[in-house]
């Protein structure tokens, strides 16, 4: 898999189409698209998947036909992968997880406010975020 840009409207609708096609961009990203790319998915009929010790460059495809998927792996000769059945999607997830592992809790400094995502250059910066702080709404980190 590759890592992308997720991009501001990550598919949100109508959000993405307007800035993927406005500005040429393609800043409105895609649902597609990850800053942490895994060999790893969980799926409506409460089944996991995971290739734990696979870091090649490869592809899922969920699209060609909607009764399996596709999995791509370039220069390797074997894959090993684990799958998991659960009465729930949290059980599959748990079970994802434990072979994974698991993302620590957020700092409680998170939890205090609202991490803004603003964009287009300095001056737009500093404007948003001074009207932001004007209007009261509490912050806890801006992401650039």
Do not use: C, E
């Given at each position: 898999m590759v890592s992308s840009e997720g991009g501001v409207g990550r598919g949100l609708q109508p959000l993405t189409d307007l800035l993927n096609t406005e500005k040429k961009s393609r800043q409105g990203g895609s649902p597609l698209t990850t800053y942490a790319p895994s060999y790893s998915f969980a799926t409506s009929t409460r089944r996991g998947f995971v290739w734990p010790d696979h870091t090649e460059i490869g592809s899922l495809d969920f699209w060609s036909n909607p009764n399996w998927f596709n999995v791509?792996?370039?220069?390797?000769?074997?894959?090993?992968?684990?799958?998991?059945?659960?009465?729930?999607?949290?059980?599959?997830?748990?079970?994802?997880?434990?072979?994974?592992?698991?993302?620590?809790?957020?700092?409680?400094w998170t939890q205090d406010g609202a991490i803004v995502g603003l964009q287009g250059g300095e001056y737009m910066v500093e404007k948003n975020y001074k009207f932001l702080r004007h209007a009261g709404i509490p912050m806890t980190g801006i992401w650039l």
């Open positions: 791509n792996m370039w220069k390797t000769n074997q894959m090993t992968f684990h799958v998991i059945q659960g009465a729930n999607l949290k059980k599959v997830v748990s079970g994802i997880t434990r072979i994974v592992g698991r993302m620590r809790a957020l700092p409680r």
